[in-house]
Each structure stands twice: as structure tokens, then as C-alpha cells.
């Protein structure tokens, strides 16, 4: 049985948050970060996922990052049947902020051209994954909520080490463990060097998750001349997210809406995040 999952959202942390997690002498995650089982490859059995934790010294925590199960009710449900007692753990940044990242992370590495309110038309993922009262009340509804930690991606940037102690803490493991990513910045902004490059990249990302080969992709994403050869470093920000940004009336009042029930469902107050955050 796996312990612990990050299931997400996205543009929230997750790779900072797995190379935090990867060295901790009582945790075994897997190489690959994102498996996505329980979401997209579900019907290949619990034997298949099982093998990706194979390695897991005796006596560790194992646990993966997953950052598309946050707003998939299914995987969820698949979820709480799989491991009833499973730890969550998730993250929260300002949905405005986050849905114009993933925005913004699509155009750099050349997977999308178009504006930003044609993108929220054309991928649903970037608005759904902001709907974080409705998704975690589907998640509170399966587990108990002294089962769930949830982060917020602002305190990560303002106390790094607070952050990871609390996710050691909340695994029940050493939170005196510094991880050497402490104080870095993973996943920079990357611009893709060749669009085309960058597609090919993605298609033969998508063909090595389908043939099993998840572990090597994971490899791969962590090598250094991969990456150089498919992407380099935006040394500048592009213009379109240098400018203000326009969010459609009816996300303001989506985002708006979902940020009432989270404070009502969290007992906390969420309402910093009612403005569009220009961070991105």
C-alpha cells in the first residue's frame, strides 16, 4: 500500500515539493514524478502500480505526486477504495495566479499559441483545477480531514523550511531533515527552444508512460542535457505575461464564489486571493 500522496493541483509546487520529499531517509518516492494511475492508467492493475514501489527500503513511507488527481472525482473514489487510509496532501496557491501559470507554462513550452481566455476555453483543466471548495469537499466527503494537509503555496515562499517541516510533520517522520532544495528554485520558467523539438518531446513522453516506462521518463525529465536540448531558460519574461492580465467575468465570479465555500469549508479566511494576483 502506498501512505502518502501529493495529488495537486497544478502550478502549486509539486516538483519543488517531490525533490523535498525524494531524499528524506524515511520516505520512498519513485523516480517518476506524476504516475497518474489512478486518473489515466487505472485498468492496469494494482500489481502495475505496485511495481513502481518495488525499491521502498523496509520500515519507509512510500508515497508518489500526482498533480491531475486534485480535481478528478473518480481517481479520488478510486482513491479511498485502493487505501482508505491514505495521507493527502495538496496545495493551494491564488487560483487566478495559478490558472494564468499553467497558462503561461503551456505557451513557453510550446504546446499552445493562443490568448489566454481562448486557453480557458480550449483546456478545462485550467479553470477546474481552481475550483477548490467543490473538489475538496468531493475529497472531505471519502477521507477525514485530520487525513488531508493543505499547503499554502504562499507560506512556501515565505518560509521554505516551515513548509517542509510541516509535511514531515504531518507524515509522522523527522522534520529536522533539510532538504538541499531548500532555499532553490526547481522548475524555472523554460522557453522551449524549438516548438517542434518541444512537441516531439511531449509525444515521446506520452508513448513512454503508455509502454510502462515511467521510471526512465522520470529519468529523463531529471536529466540536465535533456532539458538543455529542449529548453532553455527564459531569461525573459514574454510580453503577454508583462501585461495586465484579463480574467473573464465569469471566472472572477467562479473564483470568487469557490473561495467563499473553501473559508466556510476550512474555517479559514481565503479572501487574500479575491484579487488577481499579477505573480507568474
Avoid at 514524478?33 to 489515466?40: A, T
Avoid at 487505472?42 to 505496485?50: I, S, V
Avoid at 485502493?82 to 513550452?109: D, G, M, T, W
Amino acid at each position: 500500500m502506498v501512505d502518502f500522496i501529493f495529488l495537486g493541483p497544478s502550478k502549486t509546487a509539486s516538483t519543488w515539493i517531490f525533490e523535498a520529499l525524494r531524499p528524506h531517509p524515511g520516505l520512498y518516492v519513485p523516480v517518476s514524478k506524476d504516475i497518474y494511475f489512478f486518473d489515466k492508467y487505472y485498468e492496469r492493475g494494482a500489481a502495475w502500480y505496485a511495481g513502481f514501489f518495488k525499491d521502498a527500503p523496509p520500515g519507509s513511507l512510500r508515497g508518489e505526486l500526482s498533480h491531475d488527481y486534485f480535481s478528478s472525482p473518480e481517481a479520488i473514489r478510486r482513491l479511498h477504495a485502493y487505501n482508505p487510509k491514505v495521507r493527502l496532501i495538496c496545495c493551494l496557491r491564488n487560483p487566478f495566479e495559478r490558472a494564468y501559470s499553467s497558462y503561461l507554462h503551456l505557451v513557453r513550452v510550446g504546446m499552445y499559441a493562443g490568448s489566454f481566455a481562448d486557453a480557458l476555453q480550449k483546456f478545462p483543466f485550467l479553470v477546474d483545477e481552481g475550483k477548490y471548495c467543490t473538489n475538496l469537499q468531493h475529497i472531505l466527503s471519502l477521507f477525514d480531514r485530520d487525513a488531508v494537509l493543505i499547503l499554502d503555496f504562499d507560506e512556501l515562499e515565505a518560509d521554505p523550511q516551515r513548509f517542509a517541516r510541516s509535511i514531515f510533520r504531518f507524515l509522522g517522520v523527522d522534520e529536522d531533515f533539510v532538504p538541499a532544495v531548500l532555499h532553490q528554485k526547481v522548475n524555472p520558467a523554460r522557453v522551449a527552444r524549438s516548438v517542434k523539438l518541444a512537441g516531439i518531446a511531449k509525444q515521446t513522453a506520452l508513448l513512454l508512460r503508455q509502454w510502462g516506462c515511467s521510471n526512465f521518463l522520470g529519468r529523463l525529465k531529471r536529466s540536465r542535457l535533456i532539458n538543455w536540448l529542449v529548453y532553455q531558460s527564459a531569461a525573459y519574461t514574454p510580453n503577454r505575461s508583462r501585461e495586465a492580465v484579463s480574467y473573464p467575468e465569469h471566472l472572477v465570479r467562479l473564483y470568487h464564489t469557490e473561495l467563499e465555500g473553501l473559508s466556510q469549508l476550512l474555517h479559514a479566511d481565503y479572501s487574500k486571493w479575491r484579487s488577481p494576483s499579477q505573480r507568474n
